[in-house]
Nanobody
Framework: QVWLEESGGALVQPGGSLKLSCTTS????????IGWFRQAPGKEREGISY????????DYLDSVKGRFTISRGNAKNTVDLQMNSLKPDDTAVYYC?????????????????WGRGTQVTVSS
């Protein structure tokens, strides 16, 4: 069952920027932790960032720190992921997911509901 929807994926040149958005009409994000994940071909899904709607805590995977920024979107019930200085290694399907309880996590198994993903391709 798909509870969230990602948008914003595209083909971009190395060094470029993209903003991904995650939204849902199923629940109020204020009470959930929203995580962003990505999965490249042949690789495991990895957590790259999360934000807590409850206390505002944020964290990033080391490889995206300083380049990616997660935030509550201007649109209601949206979480954005601003991605700058994109590299070919950032190419992947990007997913958002939600978890109700506990603290933020980078482990996909800790999240309850997922979107279908959006493709980001970084290539010249």
């Amino acid at each position: 069952q798909v509870w969230l929807e990602e948008s914003g994926g595209a083909l971009v040149q190395p060094g470029g920027s993209l903003k991904l958005s995650c939204t849902t009409s199923r629940f109020t994000m204020d009470y959930y932790i929203i995580g962003w994940f990505r999965q490249a071909p042949g690789k495991e899904r990895e957590g790259i960032s999360y934000i807590s709607g409850r206390d505002g805590s944020i964290d990033y995977l080391d490889s995206v720190k300083g380049r990616f920024t997660i935030s509550r979107g201007n649109a209601k019930n949206t979480v954005d992921l601003q991605m700058n200085s994109l590299k070919p290694d950032d190419t992947a399907v990007y997913y958002c997911a939600s978890k109700m309880s506990g603290s933020g996590s980078f482990r996909p198994v800790d999240y309850d509901y997922w979107g279908r993903g959006t493709q980001v391709t970084v290539s010249s």
